[in-house]
């Protein structure tokens, strides 16, 4: 098939651009670089030893990408395209709502235009928001407690009404956990502009000297040891489950749901203790006061798409932090 991705030279996108590639399908990234580097495209092309089209596009500049579609003319597109920084969101909505809702509206006019009906879409397990059960289901309700979450469940809503406007367009939204770790090369990894706001890259830098301690933002939770516990998933199992719901597209009617996560939690002292062992490095760290916004537990129930296309994880902690300390060691050099 030809898949469009956008922001395709991101964390996630990268690594599904890979997955693609290696299945046999033609794809086309477009991405602003307003969070990623033109060398990921050249890494993506080594790795894979594909050469393949990159345009260089904001998703907001509607006619440009038009023709962007009238010329690949994609079977399906998957939408990684968007800003996710939780504190930024709280700072500056409109761009949250503007970038994500606005760029997602723009991004399915070009769909529109040239006939192309398939969309998978990269959502966040923020449209949750506070559990009132776990593991998360798709059936909880679905109430984000951030700018960032509402854009994501704005999209949704979105997609749905548009998957539903026309027999043949289709809509599968995929609802992540935590996504870490990297591509075994080590060539290509998370790579967060400025000081990282989520665990696992920072971890990463305190392992590597680039950041002197880590803060543990709370330590009274109700959790096995007190800390924040979170559903990590290797960001190869994450990419894999792209390549396998869209193989099943056609299972659906117009629009289904699917959690994306491993099933279990680990909390941050956990996620410390798995670190220094994969790295070999002691990970500096003192306990602080809960994060904003932060909940305790958040972890997925995974059954749904086992169901729908047999993907399960493959990778545990420890290979999610090997995996990561493999990049941080290439690029922080
Ligand atoms: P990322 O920032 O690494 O990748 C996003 C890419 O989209 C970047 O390359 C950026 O340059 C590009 N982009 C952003 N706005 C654009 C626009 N208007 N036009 C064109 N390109 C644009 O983020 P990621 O971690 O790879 O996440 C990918 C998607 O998955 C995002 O939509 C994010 O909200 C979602 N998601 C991420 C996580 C996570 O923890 N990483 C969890 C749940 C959901
Ligand atoms: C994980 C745990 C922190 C940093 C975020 C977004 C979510 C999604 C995934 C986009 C928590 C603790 C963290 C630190 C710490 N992104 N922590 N010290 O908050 O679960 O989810 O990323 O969709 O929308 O909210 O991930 O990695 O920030 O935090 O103690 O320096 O690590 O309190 O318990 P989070 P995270």
Redesign the pocket.
């Known amino acids: 098939m030809k898949i469009l991705i ?9 690594h599904t651009a890979i997955q693609f590639i290696n299945a046999g399908h033609e794809i086309l990234i ?7 580097k033109l060398d ?1 495209y050249k890494s993506i092309k080594s790795i894979t030893k594909t050469d393949f089209s990159f345009e260089e ?4 500049e509607t006619k440009a990408l038009i023709s962007v579609f009238s010329s690949f003319l994609p079977d399906a597109v998957i ?6 920084a939780v504190g930024e969101s709280v700072e500056d909505p409109i761009k949250y709502y503007d ?2 809702v606005g ?1 997602s509206i723009s991004l399915l006019k070009a769909m529109e235009h040239s006939g192309c009906h398939k969309i998978l879409f ?5 449209v949750y928001g506070v559990p009132e059960y776990l593991p998360f289901d798709e059936q909880h309700r679905l109430d984000p407690i951030n700018p ?1 979450g509402q854009s ?1 469940l704005m999209t949704e809503l979105v997609l749905k009404d548009w998957a539903k406007s026309k027999e043949t367009n289709q809509a599968i939204i995929l ?6 770790g990297a591509h075994k090369s080590g060539f290509i990894g ?3 502009l400025g000081v990282p706001n ?1 665990l696992m890259p920072f971890i990463s830098q305190v392992a590597s000297g680039r950041l002197e301690e880590l803060k543990v933002f709370g330590s009274d939770y109700d959790t096995r040891d007190g800390t924040g516990e979170r559903d990590y998933i290797h960001v190869e199992d994450l990419s894999r489950a792209h390549l396998l719901s869209l193989n099943n597209i056609n299972k659906i009617d117009s629009i289904d749901y699917f959690n994306v996560g491993t099933g279990s939690g680990y909390t941050v002292l956990e996620c410390i203790k798995a670190y220094e062992k994969e790295s070999g490095k002691n990970i500096k760290y003192t306990l602080a006061a809960r994060r904003d916004g932060d909940v305790s537990i958040s972890y997925a129930s995974a059954n749904k798409i086992k169901e729908f296309c047999d993907w399960s994880p493959e990778f545990d902690l420890e290979a999610m932090c090997k995996d990561s300390w493999n990049w941080e060691c290439k690029t922080s050099i």
Request: aromatic residues 10%; hydrophobic residues 30%.
């Open positions: 956008t922001g395709g030279l991101g964390y996630i996108g990268s477009v991405d602003n670089l307003s969070n990623s990921v596009l904001d998703l907001c939408h990684f395209a968007g800003l996710k970038n994500n760029g990269s959502s966040s397990a923020t960032y994501k609802r992540y956990f935590n996504p870490v998370e790579d967060p989520n």
